[in-house]
Nanobody, 129 residues
Framework: EVQLQASGGGLVQAGGSLRLSCATS????????IGWFRQAPGKEREGVSC????????YYADSVKGRFTISSDNAKSTVYLQMNSLKPEDTAVYYC??????????????????????WGRGTLVTVSS
């Protein structure tokens, strides 16, 4: 059974950092497309950062480039999202998601994750000004 569980959210002041973790099971992390998504109140879900295993590409939304870094530890079956220089507009519920179909890095991220098969529960990130 494929499972994903996100954690690490919390309340942080603007300019601070958080590291989100997504613990996975039931599939080989190194073989699947995986990404982080977020949804702020009243807004559509958007792709934050994704990794494609087919071509090794990594996608970042323009709004987080240079501040967020996605990484994975295959031995721990965990994907991370390091978030630095946080801004109030980063406030959202963050989700990790995975899919066995490895499109290029931007595919699912640019579509807000539409079509991805497996989702974890979200973790809330609140950035105060």
């Amino acid at each position: 059974e494929v499972q994903l569980q996100a954690s690490g959210g919390g309340l942080v002041q603007a300019g601070g950092s958080l590291r989100l973790s997504c613990a996975t099971s039931g599939f080989t992390l190194d073989d699947w497309y995986i990404g982080w998504f977020r949804q702020a109140p009243g807004k559509e879900r958007e792709g934050v950062s994704c990794i494609s295993r087919s071509d090794g590409t990594t996608y970042y939304a323009d709004s987080v480039k240079g501040r967020f870094t996605i990484s994975s530890d295959n031995a721990k079956s965990t994907v991370y999202l390091q978030m630095n220089s946080l801004k109030p507009e980063d406030t959202a519920v963050y989700y990790c998601a995975a899919d066995a179909i490895n499109y290029s890095g931007s595919y699912y991220c640019s579509r807000g994750g539409a079509g991805m098969d497996y989702w974890g529960r979200g973790t809330l990130v609140t950035v105060s000004s």
